[in-house]
């Protein structure tokens, strides 16, 4: 008597290989990684989960003292602490995402060698347990924010509605980013030590500490052209009404991010099929 498979693996010969279907079948998984993420960041810590508020917290201070302070950045009349706060949060968002993913086939070699699941089911949990990091962090600046609301220091704009867009874009932008220095550094891993100091190295190249207004001639331009130039200042245009945007350079970003994330899923997908053959 025949008898019918319920689960059939095969090689897929398409460059992007992602079955939604199966997927859904693995969402008890990647709750299950959601959760894992988030305990091991922060077991055997003496504050916790109260360092997601801390590291923020601090470095806005910093930021407020050395930038605001000492070299008397502008912040567009935006009150400094609240200014800092805003990119600070929104840039460790970006960073979350590419240093979650940046190693996920070496942290993971064990499994993936044990089991069969959809890999590209870690890249969708770490999304998870990042953004829910980030939106504890959120809560800190959104405190923040409304306490120099009430205060008059500014007045937000409609861009509000478009804050859960660019939430979305850094997801995928940061994802991608960090599936590609995955997918290279699999091989090669000494690369790996230098995403570090190339993501700080990063930061100092979007308006985090200083508004896009303060740049010029073609510094400003690789401000707009780097695709978290735009997202940053249209999350403090969103919520203060003071900031530079342009349509163009934000339509710009998202065509980069495209790009990234089809750069991505194919290197991923291309690399996941021989990862046990070179790690």
Known sequence: ??????????ADQKRIAIDLKELWRYRDLIRLYVKRSFKITYQQTILGPFWIILNPLFSTIVFTVIF???AKFSTDTIPKFVFYMAGNTTWNLFAYYINANSNVFLTNRDIFDKVYFPRIVMPISSIFSCFLS???QF????????YYLFQGAFTPSWAMLLVPLLWLEIAVLG?????IIS???KKYRDLHMLVGFGVALLMYLTPVVYPL??????????????????IIETFRYAFFGVGTVDIA???LGLAETLGCCWLGLNLFTKTERMVMDTI
């Open 213 to 230: 207004s303060e740049a010029g001639g073609y510094f400003r331009l690789l401000l707009q052209i780097n695709p978290m130039g735009p």
């Open 175 to 179: 994802t991608s980013m960090g599936l």
């Open 139 to 146: 809560s800190l600046f959104i405190v923040s924010w409304i």
């Open 1 to 10: 008597m025949s008898e019918r498979w319920q689960t059939i693996i095969r």
């Open 183 to 185: 997918s290279v550094t």
């Open 68 to 70: 605001g302070n000492i």
């Open 249 to 251: 350079f934000l339509i």
């Open 134 to 136: 980030y939106l504890i």
